[in-house]
């Protein structure tokens, strides 16, 4: 039988993984957490694999209390953690006793915040996914009072000497600056938009309030398209920047639609699409182009960036006899 977690303070919060990769061929929008980089380190800092399941808290406080002795960790946007009201740090593993309660404030200077904890969180999935899907139906959000079913064979550690957990991994966390700065790559219609590559990297854009987890909605100067023809719909990108007839640009989010009919002048990088999920509604960004050799080239090295720490934590997990599942 799993252990249980209970949630004292949902705020907005669900259970969420990677997403449901590989089916937009059959109409199935990807989905998943909004940064998955952050959401992979979460991981990786508590021995799981990356893909596994773990609580993203959306711009409200959160709290977890625990009847058993975990192993968890915190990262995402910049967020006040305590541990029984003491400090914690994010972006390390935290080693919590029975009776503890963990709680995350509301992050700032971005928007999203990922708990893991060590072993397997009980969610249900749909096409081996428990991430949420409005288009679906289906998810787990998470209200005050729930509990979350835990199977883990974590056992506490201490340090010998200081006789407290001690950790220092070297996850590296990404920045939340504002204004953010976006790398795309030209979209497939940018021919359509003769000023276009200029007018981006030059405008400054806001997050407008109708932004969503389908798409960000950008207040400012919308590029003016030499042809009227319409856009037939088609096969459409997370990350997509379209523009649609209207005074703003539309960002594809990873709970898009898998088609859509609007000119893509631009598609955001993998890198900035995790960036894209940590804005909100008020801040403000700024594009600058790359070539698709300079976005592949990024992407590969911040993949190199998480296999070394998931072989890190591989090292120290099998020395402190904790079991890793980062591989």
Request: charged content about 20%.
């Amino acid at each position: 039988m799993p252990e249980e977690l209970q949630v004292r303070q949902a705020g907005i919060a669900a259970i969420t993984d990677l997403g449901r990769r590989g089916l937009a061929r059959r109409g199935v929008p990807v989905n998943g957490a909004a940064d998955q980089y952050s959401a992979a380190v979460a991981n990786i800092l508590v021995g799981n694999p990356r893909s596994a399941p773990l609580i993203e808290i959306t711009a409200t406080d959160f709290a977890l209390s625990t009847t058993r002795p975990v192993l968890v960790s915190v990262t995402g946007a910049p967020a006040d953690v305590t541990i029984n009201n003491h400090l914690g740090r994010m972006w390390e593993p935290l080693c919590l006793e029975p009776g503890t309660t963990i709680r995350a404030a509301a992050p700032t200077g971005g928007l999203r915040c990922y708990l893991a904890v060590h072993g397997t969180i009980d969610a249900p999935t749909v096409f081996d996914s428990c991430a949420p899907d409005s288009l679906l139906g289906v998810g787990t959000q998470l209200a005050t009072g729930a509990t979350i079913g835990l199977r883990s064979d974590y056992r506490p550690v201490d340090h010998p000497v200081f006789r407290h957990p001690l950790f220092c991994l070297g996850a590296v966390p990404p920045r939340f600056p504002d204004p953010c700065t976006i790398d795309v790559t030209d979209g497939p219609d940018i021919a359509e938009f003769p000023t276009g590559r200029e007018l981006l990297a030059s405008a400054t854009y806001a997050v407008t309030p109708r932004s969503n987890h389908i798409g960000l909605r950008l207040a400012g100067p919308v590029p003016p398209r030499s042809s009227s023809a319409e856009v037939l719909s088609r096969g459409i990108p997370v990350g997509a920047v379209e523009v649609p007839p209207s005074e703003e640009l539309l960002v594809l989010q990873r709970g898009r639609p898998v088609t859509a009919g609007y000119p893509v002048i631009a598609v955001a990088t993998k890198i900035a699409q995790d960036a894209l999920g940590q804005l909100r509604p008020g801040q403000h960004l700024r594009f600058r182009y790359r070539t698709v050799a300079d976005a592949v080239a990024t992407h590969r090295a911040r993949q190199h960036r998480l296999r070394t720490l998931a072989n890190r934590v591989g090292t120290v997990f099998t020395a402190l006899g904790i079991s890793c599942r980062t591989a």
